[in-house]
């Protein structure tokens, strides 16, 4: 796979507005390429940074916890994660895990094992638009905000 000529072809097929926009964050646009997998498009260098660090805790992952990034951009702005469904509400997180809220949660011991080993603010997985749902199973789809993307781009 020449993967310089799939983000080229993705870049010109989003100016074409062939894929539909899925949402935003601060920081990323994200698209449907209609094939299982969604991009986020950076916006601002804090984009790029948790492209970055997103690519990375995919990659060294075994927790089941994340939707998967299959790949990133050279330059970083563009990275290619398997598309998750809606999350209607967060008490299907606390069910799936059998816990009553996001104290209980934050508690169990795979939580506390992704937020040192990654730096993450669990904070973030308060929010419904942090989750997302593949095959039944809940998933984070937005994890790039580490400690150090914090600190450097947000304070
Ligand atoms: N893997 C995904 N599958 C489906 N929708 C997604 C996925 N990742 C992000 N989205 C949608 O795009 C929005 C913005 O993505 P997000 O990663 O939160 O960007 P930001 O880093 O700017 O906050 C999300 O709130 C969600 O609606
Ligand atoms: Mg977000």
């Known amino acids: 796979?020449?993967?310089?000529?799939?983000?080229?072809?993705?870049?010109?097929?989003?100016?074409?507005?062939?894929?539909?926009?899925?949402?935003?964050?601060?920081?990323?646009?994200?698209?449907?390429?209609?094939n299982g997998y969604v991009v986020k498009i950076a916006k601002n260098m804090a984009g790029i940074a948790q492209n970055k660090s997103e690519y990375k805790i995919s990659k060294s992952d075994k927790s089941k916890?994340?939707?998967?990034i299959i790949q990133i951009s050279n330059d970083s702005s563009m990275l290619i994660m398997e598309k998750a469904d809606k999350l209607y509400n967060l008490s299907y997180i606390w069910e799936y895990f059998n816990v009553k809220n996001e104290i209980e949660l934050f508690e169990l011991m795979e939580f506390q094992k992704i937020k040192h080993e990654y730096n993450l603010e669990l904070g973030d997985l308060e929010r419904k638009s942090s989750w997302g749902v593949i095959k039944g199973h809940p998933v984070i789809i937005d994890y790039g905000f580490t400690k150090e993307v914090s600190q450097k781009y947000y304070f």
């Open 1 to 34: 796979m020449n993967w310089a000529i799939v983000f080229y072809n993705i870049m010109m097929n989003i100016r074409q507005g062939y894929y539909s926009f899925l949402g935003s964050g601060s920081c990323r646009n994200v698209f449907d390429l209609g």
């Open 65 to 68: 916890l994340f939707a998967k």
